[in-house]
């Protein structure tokens, strides 16, 4: 890893750590918790599609099984919240694997549509599944998470447990790109058949990806889940899988910096856009065709472009 | 034989790529594979290092039969290729491309990378390092930290062929290493091969830049229509009716 991006990484951790302590508590509190939740599902992602160039629209689809297995074994099942959390965890993979080992044999728009497809059926069966999931009407009284006694129940004390999570799975995920997996996600993503004439095993590859990927947005599911203590199929919805791609578009889906910048912004805009009510989708549409106009390959990168340029451009008048 | 190729045959969809060609290739020889265009030879290396398997037909490769193993499999073997398109990562810099060859000879895991383990980065630092040395090797060293598409031509060959020697062959696959060289630089890339062959590695190549063939290569298969027409060394097959047919065409005009 670069030592820009260790020190981000850093800045950025305590950053998050110590605001609250200077500002208090407060709504923006809310709004930095549910960007620390998406920010999970944006970085799995990115991995996946960024850097294994796999364009796959089942995230929200395991962000809403991660968040109903938890939500189901804490209010069905009696398990303690933090149990819950972690059980659930051990069922997405086993889903993700089974999914991806089929999907996965396709590629380019095909593999899009079959993850689509998946997304639909997992909504459609939390629907239905009214006994277990609560049908339309969702699940409601999901305890909050407590550890070692401490109940996270307020916006300030889950700050405390999302927050590093979301900032420890980053870190993962930046060790991640910067390793040797990482430089054969890229091969993977540029061409498949030479990635494998140079050993590695694109297959094979392609489905641990998936699942890792599956895995951040199950484990932000599973959180949601008891921090909102509600949970309904719009969890699933693909407006919400949608959403995750667009934040990806506009930060830049080769960089994993880019999925937290995309998350923060689009977070924000739509915390901060709620007086627009119905209006707020097509802000958004606006925000990401500006920017594409602007930044084609995303926020991140496009900055770093510019700036790689102005720095250019002052070093020739210099000279 | 390091290599021997037994009636293997290709065929897509109606299309016979490979007509029963049989040959071997002696270890610590250089062997080329000449034939006019669409004769078949790239089909020959893409079922050579598992690209596609073979319809019929047994490859044996140092006494064990490869024919349809996953390419992933047939590198970890001892069999390394460059193209005759380039096809260089234009994503991964120079560097980069050679320790992805490494790949095969590393083990660190998505959950030792992404923990950032010691022993992952240890393994990470020692691949970083072969990488160097065989970038060395090719004179590569100052372009380590370019991505490839910045090279020009000749460069990027170099940088194709550290990437093969990256995974420790046996034998190596050149498909049209010369095209789009000049003679200085072509001239320049057999000496590099008589470098890489007395390392012990066997090299075949694919070529049709006829005075390259002549000089570099101990033995010559020619292959037509997917059929193999000559086999020999230089001299006979510069002498050879069959190979001066298939090149000049016959008098019954097959063009």
């Keep these: ?319 | 034989m390091i290599l021997a190729l037994e009636s293997v045959s290709k065929a897509f969809a109606g299309l016979q790529a490979l007509a029963e060609v049989s040959f071997a290739v002696a270890p610590g020889a250089i062997t080329a594979v000449i034939g006019p265009n669409g004769a078949g030879k790239t089909t020959l290396f893409n079922v050579v290092t598992g690209v596609f398997p073979p319809t019929r037909g047994s490859i044996r490769f140092l006494g064990r039969d490869i024919a349809g193993l996953p390419p992933e499999r047939i590198v970890g073997l001892g069999i390394a290729r460059t193209f005759q398109h380039v096809h260089l990562f234009r994503t991964l810099t120079v560097l980069e491309n050679v320790m992805l060859a490494r790949h095969g000879h590393s083990r660190a895991e998505a959950l030792a990378c992404g923990l950032g383990l010691p022993w992952a980065r240890r393994e990470e630092a020692a691949v970083r390092a072969q990488a160097l040395e065989y970038l060395d090797l090719l004179g590569l060293a100052g372009e380590r930290d370019r991505i490839a598409p910045e090279l020009p031509l000749g460069r990027q060959r170099y940088v194709e062929l550290a990437r093969a020697l990256a995974t420790e062959p046996r034998l190596i696959l050149l498909d049209e290493p010369t095209a789009g060289l000049n003679e200085r630089e072509a001239h320049e890339f057999g000496e590099a091969l008589f470098r890489v062959r007395q390392r012990g590695i066997a090299i075949l190549l694919i070529e049709h830049h006829m005075g390259f063939v002549m000089t570099v290569s101990d033995r010559i298969v020619v292959l037509n229509f997917g059929r193999k027409i000559a086999e020999g060394g230089p001299p006979e097959i510069q002498k050879s009716p069959a190979v001066i047919e298939a090149y000049l065409g016959s008098d019954d005009g097959r063009d």
């Design chain 1, 1 to 319: 890893m670069s030592r820009v991006s260790r020190v981000a990484w850093v800045a950025v951790t305590l950053g998050g750590l110590v605001l609250p302590l200077l500002l208090g508590p407060g709504f923006y509190l809310n709004v930095l918790n549910f960007i620390a939740l998406y920010a999970m599902v944006a970085v799995g992602l990115s991995l996946l599609v960024g850097y294994c160039g796999q364009l796959s629209i089942s995230h929200a689809a395991f962000f809403a099984i991660g968040a109903y297995a938890s939500a189901i074994l804490s209010t069905r099942a009696g398990l303690p919240a933090a149990l819950a959390v972690v059980v659930s965890q051990g069922i997405t993979p086993l889903i993700a694997w089974g999914i991806g080992m089929v999907v996965l044999r396709l590629g380019g728009h095909y593999l899009a549509i079959a993850t689509l497809s998946f997304s639909i059926i997992v909504e459609i069966l939390i629907k239905e599944a009214r006994p277990l999931t609560g049908g339309l009407q969702g699940l409601s009284g999901i305890p909050p998470i407590s550890l070692g006694g401490l109940v996270l129940d307020s916006d300030w004390r889950f700050h405390y447990l999302a927050w590093p999570v979301t900032m420890l799975l980053f870190l993962f995920a930046l060790n991640l790109v910067h390793s040797r997996l990482g430089r054969a996600l890229r091969a993977i993503r540029e061409g498949e058949t030479v990635a494998r004439l140079f050993g590695v095993d694109a297959r094979r590859y392609k489905v641990k990806v998936f699942v890792l990927s599956s895995m951040f947005a199950s484990i932000a599911g599973s959180l949601y889940a008891h921090f909102v203590s509600f949970i309904s199929p719009a969890a699933a919805s693909l407006m919400f899988a949608i959403d995750i791609i667009m934040v990806l578009a506009l930060g830049g889906f080769t960089l994993l910096w880019g999925a937290l910048i995309g998350v923060a912004a689009l977070t924000v805009l739509n915390e901060y856009l709620t007086p627009f009510a119905d209006y707020k989708r097509a802000i958004y549409g606006l925000v990401l065709i500006v920017t594409m106009l602007f930044f084609p390959s995303g926020l991140l990168p496009g900055l770093q472009g510019a700036w790689g340029a102005v720095r250019r451009a002052v070093a020739g008048g210099a000279r």
